[in-house]
């Protein structure tokens, strides 16, 4: 991964995993890996979207051949500069209260700029195709519920969901 950063970004730390398609490339970048060209233009219209409505985002790190990110064998890498602002892993270690107000005020803020741009965006994979695809890979090793149980919660929820409201969201916040 080293090698592959150095020649498509000239950057020389060694990138540390600490999500599923995201690597920390030392404390200013992350790497992250997208499944498809497709996936990686959409991932960057929603940030230019949001961005053009006062919303953080990150900032995109052209890959030295002027591209905006780089083709290999497993997917598309895009390196972005990190936000600001302190990864929250477990808030009941931390100032959980405080955590909880921040983290509606991010949450309305971001829900509101998504709900307002919307129309504009490209709609991304089916919900069910999430839901049966990187979600239940992660629940196969989750210990508070056993696969069968994630797997007939999925079903239900995928039965229904054609009939719920639904508005763009965003999982990844910052507290920048």
Not at 4 to 25: C, H, M, S, Y
Not at 87 to 100: L, W
Not at 116 to 145: C, M, Y
Request: aromatic share 8%.
């Amino acid at each position: 991964m080293l090698e592959f950063l150095q020649r498509n970004w000239g950057l020389d730390e060694q990138p540390q995993k600490i999500a599923n398609v995201t690597w920390a490339v030392g404390s200013r970048y992350l790497l992250k890996r997208v499944g498809t060209k497709r996936a990686m233009d959409n991932n960057l219209r929603l940030t230019e979207t949001l961005r053009a409505h006062d919303v953080p985002v990150f900032s995109i790190v052209p890959a030295l051949s002027g591209d905006i990110g780089v083709s290999a064998e497993d997917g598309c890498y895009l390196v972005m500069e990190r936000l600001p602002g302190e990864h929250v892993k477990d808030v009941f270690k931390k100032e959980f209260t405080a955590i909880a107000c921040q983290t509606g005020q991010v949450t309305a803020k971001i829900h509101a700029a998504l709900l307002a741009v919307q129309a504009d965006l490209p709609h991304g994979e089916a919900f069910d195709s999430e839901l049966r695809g990187w979600i239940h890979e992660t629940l196969k090793n989750a210990e508070w519920i056993s696969l069968q149980e994630a797997e007939q919660d999925i079903g239900a929820l995928c039965a229904c969901y054609p009939d719920l409201p639904k508005q763009f969201i965003h999982r990844d916040l910052h507290y920048g």
